[in-house]
Each structure stands twice: as structure tokens, then as C-alpha cells.
């Protein structure tokens, strides 16, 4: 989806040569956004453009691959939890051939704050989805055929659709180090005990601490099951831990504690995520 701003000439009217020009851009522009990318290698797809972000596979090795979204300066697309709007990317393998199973890894997101004062949890930049591929018969080559939908947001979010298809050959890959560092982007599962400890606090609300430690400033995500809605809020650092306010925001009718929360912790010595069981006051 494209803007064209329509703009007035002050003292005259504007000539038909300006307005050749002004077609001739946009058709130019037009013809950019549309046209396939230039071939790629065999570790590779073309490049699919899409409104403010292009997308593409890449091959790690025979059982390793990526989903990668390269976006548009200051555009964003989000995570498996996209926050208080915005949409997950989905990922649909069903025409692949020689595939038992896909595991699409979602690196660790960021807080982003967006215009209308909400907040979304996702990428800016651009992002790599390691594919952990397990073939149907390990003595044949496995190809990817994806169908994705995701969004993409600047001023306004628009879906956004690939189907992109590649085999995935053996051998060095030049794109296996992009796809590494995602995956060491990702958070690493801990048992609950290693994650911090998940109490109580006043009403329907809980507090999460972890002992602190060395690293960037730590931040909490909380997926709950579906219907229910909980917001987050650090605390100051006190007694040499990392705290964290938990808010229970809504629920479903009728819906009652326990709730099982899958929880992610960014930041300190790396992402880490566990499930813990959120109780009510005793």
C-alpha cells in the first residue's frame, strides 16, 4: 500500500511536463515495488517486497533454516505476543516437501512504544525466525514451501503475505551465521526455581523477582492463556533483586485462579523463559 501526497503550485498552473515527470516517478516507484528480486543463490530466496518490509527463507544447513523480514526504517513487526494490538506472524508449512515437522524459534522482542501511546512487542530493523526442520526421510533433501502472514507497521499496520519456497541444500551455508545469532537471541527454557520467584501481591496481582545480575536492564513479558490480559511495570531494584509488578487487566466469565503464565525475561545474562502458576491470595 502506497500514500501519493497531492500538493498545490502557488502563482500558476503546473505543466504537463512536471506532471510526466511526477507519473513517470511514480510508475518507476511502482514497477520497484513489484518486480522479482534479483536471482539468489541456492541458500536463498528472492527477496518478496511487501508494503514496508521484504521477506525471504534462508538455508542454515539441511536441517536448519531462517524466515528473515527486512523492514523499512521505522516500521515494525512483532513477536509471537504482539502486545496490546498488532498481529504474530503465522507460519504455514503444509506444501513442503520431505517435512515432518517445522519449529519456528521467535528471538527474544523488545518494548516499543508506539504513536498512539500503546505498546507492541516486537522487531524494528529487521528479524531472522530460525526453522528447526525435521525431514520425513533423512536420506532424502527436504524443501520448504511457506505460506507466512504477519504485519507490518509504521503511521498504520497492513498484513503482510510471502510464499516463498527453497530446498535446502547441504554444505556451508553463508547465511548460517545470521541464523546462529537469532537463535542464540532466543529465550533459553529454565525451570521455574532458576526463573524467580511469582507471589501474591495486593488484589488480582502478582510480583515476580530474580535475584539480579550483570547485563542490560532486565524486562518481563507475560503470555497468558487466551481472554486473559496482564500488564507488566518494573519495580526499583531493591535487596539485590529484580522486581517486577504483575496486573491482571481482564478475564474470561467465570474464569477462576490458577492461570498458567508462560513468562520471558530479556535482558541480565541473557532471555530466559519458563511456565509458572499464577495463584490468588490464600
Known amino acids: 500500500m502506497s500514500r501519493l501526497d497531492r500538493r498545490g503550485e502557488e502563482g500558476g498552473a503546473t505543466t504537463v511536463g512536471v506532471w510526466t515527470k511526477a507519473c513517470l516517478v511514480a510508475a518507476l516507484a511502482l514497477i520497484a515495488l513489484f518486480r522479482p528480486a534479483l536471482a539468489a543463490d541456492s541458500f536463498a530466496t528472492d527477496w518478496a517486497p511487501t508494503a514496508k518490509a521484504e521477506a525471504r527463507l534462508i538455508a542454515a544447513g539441511d536441517r ?7 523492514l523499512a526504517p521505522g516500521a515494525i513487526t512483532y513477536w509471537r505476543d504482539p502486545g496490546e494490538a498488532g498481529l504474530p506472524p503465522s507460519f504455514d508449512f503444509s506444501a513442503s516437501d520431505n517435512v515432518a515437522s517445522v519449529e519456528p524459534v ?18 524494528e530493523g529487521g528479524v531472522v525466525f530460525p526453522l528447526r526442520v525435521e525431514p520425513r526421510d533423512a536420506s532424502r533433501p527436504v524443501t520448504l514451501a511457506l505460506h507466512v502472514n504477519f504485519a507490518v507497521c ?44 511469582l507471589t501474591p501481591a495486593d488484589g488480582e496481582n502478582w510480583r515476580l523477582c ?3 545480575g550483570s547485563g542490560p536492564s532486565r524486562d518481563l513479558f507475560v503470555e497468558p492463556p487466551p ?16 522486581c517486577f509488578k504483575i496486573a491482571l487487566r481482564d478475564k474470561p466469565k467465570d474464569a477462576a485462579l490458577p492461570v498458567a503464565l508462560r513468562l520471558t525475561m530479556t535482558g541480565g545474562a541473557g532471555p530466559v523463559e519458563t511456565t509458572m502458576e499464577a495463584a490468588g491470595l490464600q
Open 64 to 70: 536448519l533454516a531462517g524466515f528473515e523480514i527486512k
Open 106 to 123: 521467535f528471538p527474544a522482542p523488545g518494548r516499543i512504544k508506539e504513536a498512539d501511546g500503546g505498546e507492541a512487542f516486537g522487531y
Open 154 to 197: 509504521e503511521k498504520i499496520c497492513v498484513p503482510a503475505q510471502a510464499r516463498l519456497k527453497l530446498s535446502l541444500p547441504g554444505g556451508a551455508s553463508p547465511y548460517a551465521s545470521p541464523v546462529e545469532a537469532a537463535l542464540a537471541a532466543a529465550p533459553r527454557a529454565v525451570p521455574p526455581k532458576d526463573f524467580g520467584d
Open 210 to 212: 530474580a535475584p539480579a
Open 227 to 242: 481472554g486473559w490480559w496482564l500488564t507488566t511495570a518494573a519495580e526499583p531494584r531493591k535487596g539485590g533483586r529484580d
